[in-house]
């Protein structure tokens, strides 16, 4: 009895479980462990140096590959340090940066995701190694119930306990006594609850927040009542904290939370008690002067677990007597993959904005985003280079990324030997470099530019240890940095779980590692300032629709009302005021939007006319495939009743998720049935095609139009129309002034600055050329005969609308054969990297510069490529032929939205496009998110 859509793993289905059981034990290993308590074991390497470098990326001693290297040698060879001096429980208390951070950890790291095909009913898992019954067993048992927020996190906390308690060794343990906390982005040191805890756990003293009309709630007073954990030194104080310069106002917050419980407590015990500053991916030399600005002096520094800096090791702790130790760590997790075809460095939200105290926005609304603490998760990339002018944070973080995707690139996930992989990216051998890259902008220049210098430094540390070597043989690998190592490990752990489909396919014999591709064979980086229009317009599929009405939180789930998936279950809130939950005020249920739910992969990217009657068909065969079996006039065998039994946990879930998504579809489709978002919707293809709306601009405002659907809307027409009017933008922002406060004349010089509004001072006639103009005709953007229930183009995402990227993608194929003058509008800059406007080389073995690269001719377009790896690898048919593509990598440096994410599937789908895409971005945004992040 086959009850849902059979859902098959990507081509990087390897890299992909991989990276999940690597952040997840980096995590568990980075938790479970003390840094005062260095191993001294004979393998581990324990460097003292100055504490600058040790914060330095580039000037660190080891590879500058080790952020970006896959750590499942973190548990194995290369954590240095023990979880424990005695046999007593280690009780820590985690207190998270912002709540976009406490989100991802909890549902993308420490949730062990299971990957489901269902073909036969049989689940394939990408769990931890170790214990994968225990905590798996405990969640089959609640897979068919709709649980809220606050019991699905309780769950996870439970489990990672349990995880922790069993990986302990020599006696010691270790407990998670809270996770709950988030730190105040005012940056005062004061503490806030996760949103989705009891109502009576939020405070009361709540202000005005000038970006939105509803209340936010500054919980200044929040330290009393945390006397139990502050007074009680036993307990470590663990502060997780977005690294990389990306939120500085939390990492001051964490300083002065400190602070407080040290000046306040220390003085009446003996006891040295433990703050440890975990970053995420890694600690910046600005953010560790911050620090030691604010008092918190840094005793002990760990670099991926090697304790690099340490004055308070176990020697010195019993003499320190009463105080604090201080441990700055960084735990290099970077990517998390969010489907098998999307990765993130989910760099959103961040305390940066007041906005993110905001408590129940929308609460009134059936259409309830979620509310609570930086319930609009704000894209933290783009401001972070266009407008505080840190371009350098966001193109190294992107470039380290970049590098670990390769070395996991090698052999194609199938060939594990170390021989075979050589030295690792930019080593000795080419394999897993991926050959061909492009960028579009002057960001994904500055990204590609970064990336080949790491790899020269990579290659320059690797012949300096190779010298070394050949001067002293002597306690060979003591201490050094070992790629081979690495390899080892990352293919025992999770590498070779999951053959890919590129390599491990039918037929494939194993004579010739050698022969093997990677299965990444292309990159293209595309800096969001080329199509700055797209995040601004509304999507009509599925998943896109629902991040607009009802907003995809940070880590891939949404938060809806338990009254809309469950309109009827009284039986449920009856037993829920039983266990003492409040129905009232906890009444939402968490609903994961990814791959683990084999219906909403097949239906996410069905376009709104199509979704309905999908999900209406799926109810159908549902309910015929059940009545099948049920019939008693056919006789059933033994063996066809237990499988039948075996179905039944399956066919379950399957009803429970079709339940949710047809109670979802009906919110969805309501809200895109509305008068006010048809009416947005034709104001918006209006622009598209270069018409001026003013009027209806000013009709909006006058309307009340929600102030961030009126700047998206705003911005478009600057956009689309390569300016506003002097004379009509002053008289808008006047109406912006008196409609929606003072406050939003900030907004709008920062949208400025990001090149979202421009003003026209010279006069220029509305029906002369525009640069939006120049690609609307050269990238055929506007079809407006696409089918949307048989679409045969992507520009289905929004009935007639492609994006500009996608559109990008589609012409690298080509290798933009008659663009020219299209390419001439994507913008340059002078800052970091050429300051070119596109680039196209090929990565070599030895690595070289960007600059000796541009010397070189180009190669082939990316289809002639393609064709000729297909060529190589021999003829196939039908979805042979799909599974044997070669492997785009499609990075979008600043954001992607899910529009872009569908119309790259609908691409990658068909059988006409050479290659399979996926998606690697640094956060998912749309356009109120986008513009948000610009309202700090």
């Not at 306990?161 to 940056?187: F, H, M």
């Not at 104080?237 to 964490?254: H, N």
């Not at 470039?399 to 995707?405: D, G, N, P, V, Y």
């Not at 980086?525 to 939180?553: A, C, F, N, S």
Request: charged residues 25%; glycine residues 8%; contains cysteine.
């Amino acid at each position: 009895m086959s009850t849902a859509p059979s859902t098959t793993r990507g081509p990087l289905a390897h890299i992909v479980d991989a990276l999940r059981i690597d952040n997840h034990q980096l995590l568990v290993e980075t938790l479970r462990c003390d840094p005062r308590y260095p191993s001294n074991d004979e393998g581990h390497h324990n460097t003292v140096m100055n504490a600058g470098d040790a914060a330095a990326g580039d000037h660190h001693p080891r590879s500058a590959m080790d952020d970006a290297a896959p750590n499942n040698t973190h548990s194995s060879a290369s954590h240095h340090f023990t979880n424990s001096a005695t046999t007593a429980t280690s009780r820590q208390r985690l207190i998270f940066g912002s709540d976009n951070l406490r989100r991802t950890i909890l549902h993308q790291v420490i949730a062990r995701r299971v990957s489901v095909t269902f073909d036969e009913g049989e689940t394939s898992s990408t769990t931890n190694k170790n214990n994968t019954t225990t905590a798996d067993t405990k969640k089959s048992k609640k897979k068919n119930q709709n649980k809220s927020q606050a019991e699905e996190e309780q769950e996870l906390m439970n489990e990672l306990n349990e995880e922790l308690v069993l990986s302990s060794t020599g006696g010691g343990r270790c407990e998670i006594v809270k996770c709950s906390e988030v730190l105040s982005p005012l940056g005062d040191g004061s503490l806030l609850l996760s949103s989705k805890t009891k109502s009576s756990n939020v405070k009361k003293g709540s202000s005005k927040n000038p970006f939105d009309d509803g209340p936010f709630n500054n919980n200044n007073s929040t330290i009393e009542e945390e006397d139990e954990e502050d007074d009680d030194p036993t307990i470590i104080t663990t502060y997780l904290l977005r690294g990389g310069g990306f939120d500085i106002p939390s990492v001051a917050s964490a300083a002065l939370h400190r602070n407080r419980i040290v000046s306040s407590r220390y003085h009446q015990h003996q006891q040295s008690r433990l703050f440890r500053f975990v970053f995420l991916p890694r600690m910046t030399e600005m953010e560790r002067l911050l620090l030691k600005e604010l008092g918190v002096q840094d005793d002990i520094i760990v670099e991926s677990g090697n304790v690099v800096v340490s004055t308070a090791t176990a020697g010195s702790v019993n003499a320190l007597g009463g105080g604090a130790v201080n441990s700055l760590e960084s735990v290099p997790i970077d990517l998390i993959p969010l489907d098998d075809d999307v990765l993130s460095l989910e760099l959103s939200g961040g305390s940066g904005s007041v906005e993110s105290l905001s408590i129940d926005r929308n609460s009134n609304s059936e259409s309830d985003k979620g509310g609570g603490i930086g319930s609009s998760a704000a894209a933290a990339s783009l401001r972070h280079s266009d407008v505080e002018g840190c371009e350098a944070d966001v193109v190294d973080v992107v470039a380290r990324s970049l590098l670990k995707l390769q070395l996991l690139n090698q052999g194609g996930g199938g060939g594990g030997s170390g021989g075979a992989a050589g030295r690792g990216v930019g080593g000795e051998s080419d394999v897993g470099v991926i050959g061909r890259v492009l960028g579009l902008g002057p960001l994904a220049t500055a990204v590609i530019d970064r990336m080949m210098y790491l790899r020269l430094e990579e290659d320059r540390m690797d012949a300096q240890a190779d010298e070394e070597e050949e001067d002293d043989d002597e306690d060979e690998d003591v201490g050094e940095y070992n790629d081979e190592e690495i390899l080892e490990n990352t293919t025992a752990v999770g590498v070779e779980t999951v053959a890919s489909p590129s390599t491990g396919g039918g037929g494939g014999s194993s004579s010739d590692n050698g022969s093997k591709q990677p299965p990444i064979q292309a990159l293209l980086v595309i800096d969001r300032k080329i199509d700055l229009v797209t995040p601004m317009l509304t999507p009509l599929t599925y998943e896109g629709l629902i991040d607009d009405v009802l907003q995809i939180q940070v880590g891939g789930c949404v938060s809806v009302k338990k009254s809309i998936v469950e309109p009827d279950d009284q039986t449920e809130q009856q037993n829920q005021r039983a266990r003492g939950y409040d129905t009232k005020n906890d009444s939402k249920v968490l609903l994961p939007l990814n791959d683990s739910d084999p219906l909403y992969t097949e239906v996410r990217d069905k376009h709104v006319e199509v979704f309905g009657s999908f999900l209406q068909n799926q109810a159908k065969a549902l309910k015929e495939s059940h009545s099948q079996f049920t019939n008693r006039e056919t006789a059933r065998d033994l063996s066809e009743i237990h499988q039948f039994v075996k179905q039944i946990p399956v066919f379950t879930r399957n009803l429970r998720s079709l339940k949710n998504h047809i109670h979802i579809a009906e919110l969805v489709k309501s809200a895109a049935e509305a008068t006010s978002f048809r009416q947005r919707w034709q104001t918006e293809r209006s622009m598209l095609e270069s018409e001026s709306q003013y009027d209806m601009l000013e009709d909006l405002i006058a309307s009340g139009e929600p102030p961030y659907r009126w700047l998206r809307l705003f911005c478009l027409q600057s956009l689309t129309s390569n300016g506003i009017k002097a004379t009509r933008y002053e008289s808008l922002r006047k109406e912006v002034v008196q409609t929606y406060g003072f406050e939003f004349l900030m907004v709008l010089n920062d949208l400025e600055k990001a090149g979202f509004l421009r003003k026209r001072e010279t006069f220029f006639m509305d029906s002369m050329a525009t640069s939006y103009s120049t690609l609307r005709k050269s990238l055929n953007l506007i079809n407006a005969e696409v089918d949307p229930s048989n679409p045969d183009d992507p520009a289905y995402v929004s009935s007639g609308y492609a994006p500009i990227t996608v559109r990008w993608v589609q012409a690298a194929m080509r290798g933009y054969l008659g663009l020219d003058e299209a390419l001439k509008e994507l913008p340059s800059s002078g800052g970091s990297g050429s300051g070119r406007r596109w680039i196209d080389i090929e990565q070599k073995s030895p690595p070289e510069s960007l600059v000796e690269a541009l010397k070189q001719d180009r190669g082939s377009s990316l289809g002639v490529l393609a064709k000729k790896l297909s060529d190589s690898t021999g003829e196939a048919s039908g979805g042979e032929q799909q599974e044997k593509k070669p492997v785009l990598l499609v990075y979008y440096v600043g954001g992607i939205t899910y529009m872009e994410i569908a119309a790259l599937r609908f691409l990658s789908k068909r059988s006409s496009f050479p290659y399979s895409i996926i998606c690697c971005t640094t956060e998912i945004v749309n356009g109120e998110t986008l513009l948000r992040s610009l309202s700090c």
